[in-house]
């Protein structure tokens, strides 16, 4: 969690540029819907996937089931920590549901490439979501660092939630780490500059997707 504090300011700045041009669709098929579905995913979540891809001429290159790691991987949706593709196509997904993603270039790797993806690449993606959690910028959590229930984060609250993380982590607390780690917030968050972190300011914002 001390981590995706700290990427707050990353993922903010990333968001600030690019133009709108009406993007291509991701075709997504529901491959196996389990029957029970006790929540669905939605952006801020933190989703488990193992994941597959493939190359339009049917040659996988990836497999989290069978590569090296063997790892399902989690990642934040909706916040480009992800090609756009999945950041799109994996909403509203239950544990345990299998998707097939096809992913036109502009929406994953595009005219570049990356790696072993060449350019220009339409890409198909077979994803099983493992598990879903409460993102680091979920109501949920908001919730969790509004001490007082008032529906916005001040200084004292960011402060505590720092130092909570710390010690869950097992760190030893630090003041003058935390005073600074929560001044930095403070200073990209808090857009108004009313000394408050507001519900809208503490959540993504997904506008560019
Ligand atoms: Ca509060
Ligand atoms: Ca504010």
């Not at 997504?28 to 994941?51: A, I, N, T």
């Not at 004292?156 to 939630?161: A, G, H, L, S, T």
């Amino acid at each position: 969690m001390l981590l995706t504090v700290l990427s707050w300011s990353i993922s903010l700045l990333a968001a600030s540029c690019g133009a709108k041009l009406p993007d291509p669709e991701v075709k997504v098929e529901v491959l196996h819907r389990p029957f029970l579905c006790h929540r669905k995913s939605k952006y801020g979540d933190m989703l488990l996937v193992h994941h597959e891809g493939y190359f339009e001429n049917g040659t996988r290159f990836h497999n989290s089931r069978s590569d090296d790691n063997q790892q399902p991987v989690w990642f934040t949706l909706g916040i480009k920590e992800v090609i756009k593709g999945w950041d799109k196509g994996l909403q509203d997904m239950c544990a345990g549901e299998k998707r097939k993603l096809i992913v036109p270039p502009a929406l994953a790797y595009g005219k570049e490439g990356k790696g072993k993806i060449p350019p220009e690449s339409t890409l198909t993606f077979i994803i099983e979501v493992m598990e879903i959690r409460n993102g680091p910028r979920s109501h949920e959590s908001f919730q969790e660092m509004d001490l007082n229930d008032d529906w916005k984060l001040s200084k004292y609250e960011v402060k505590e939630y720092l130092r909570k993380e710390f010690e869950r982590h097992g760190y030893p607390p630090n003041d003058t780490l935390h005073e600074n780690m929560m001044e930095d917030i403070f200073a990209k968050e808090d857009e108004n500059k009313d000394g408050f972190i507001s519900s809208r300011e503490f959540t993504y914002k997904h506008d560019e997707l």
